[in-house]
């Protein structure tokens, strides 16, 4: 069974400072393997999905995340935080069966002036 | 476009009412999906359609009946809820189930309240 894990429920970086929410999955087949971005009462934004086509993957908003097999994660990284940055994030693993995502417990982005 | 609407945007119902939360989408999407997401969780499948037929229930209660009249509709028509059924519901959507890359586009969402 597929399932993903993040670290860190809360994480705190100052505007301008990088930018690192980490998320780990577990499966015994490749993943397919998706960052969500969700601001106060809203529904949930794709930032960007890995394919199997790159390690390294560019999302939107000037996020990027890089899978790496070895360590099992798929973390997301921005060079630099905005304050408009400030929101919920959630890594999710699509099923091998491809009927379900699987999300994890979600990373909420505070970023400070 | 890439967009999912979701009406209403905010429902406060009592537990012996009847409503219904709409969702509709014109991407040509033939996977539609349901959860309810609770304060600072995140969202949890509820109903899955595929070609307008049920394709996944997880053990939702039967209070909730979901329905899909066409493949741009899809209903959660609600009766006998209780205060703890209170959350957020988010409607989604994508191309089909068997590709794995598909992405689920969401809707805003329906604020409900359960008094």
């Known amino acids: 069974a597929q399932s993903v894990t993040q670290l860190g429920s809360h994480v705190s970086v100052s505007e301008g400072a990088l930018v690192l929410l980490r998320c780990n999955y577990s499966?015994?087949?490749?993943?397919?393997l998706f960052w969500y971005v969700q601001y106060p009462n809203q529904g949930l934004q794709l930032l960007l999905k890995?394919?199997?086509?790159?390690?390294l993957v560019k999302g939107i908003n000037g996020f990027e995340a890089e899978f790496k097999k070895s360590e099992t994660s798929f973390h997301l990284t921005k060079p630099s935080a905005h304050m408009s940055d400030a929101a919920e994030y959630f890594c999710?693993?699509?099923?091998?069966?491809?009927?379900?995502?699987?999300f994890g417990s979600g990373t909420k982005l505070n970023v400070k002036p | 476009d890439t967009e999912v609407t979701q009406t209403p945007k905010h429902l406060v119902m009592g537990m012996t009412n009847k409503k219904s939360l709409k969702c509709e989408q014109h991407?040509?999407?033939?996977?539609m999906y349901w959860y309810k997401q609770k304060a600072k969780k995140p969202p949890e499948l509820m109903f899955v359609?595929?070609?307008?037929?049920?394709?996944i229930n997880e053990s939702v209660p039967s209070r909730f009946s979901p329905e899909c009249p066409n493949s741009s509709l899809l209903n959660l028509h609600l009766h006998a809820l209780q205060p703890e059924d209170s959350a957020l519901y988010l409607c989604?959507?994508?191309?089909?189930?068997?590709?794995?890359?598909?992405?689920?586009?969401f809707g805003p969402g329906t604020r409900l309240t359960v008094l």
């Open positions: 989604a959507s994508s191309q089909g189930l068997a590709r794995s890359t598909d992405t689920q586009y």
């Open positions: 499966s015994s087949v490749p993943p397919y």
């Open positions: 890995y394919t199997s086509a790159a390690t």
């Open positions: 999710a693993v699509r099923s091998y069966n491809f009927n379900k995502f699987y």
């Open positions: 991407m040509g999407h033939r996977a």
């Open positions: 359609y595929s070609y307008e037929k049920l394709s």
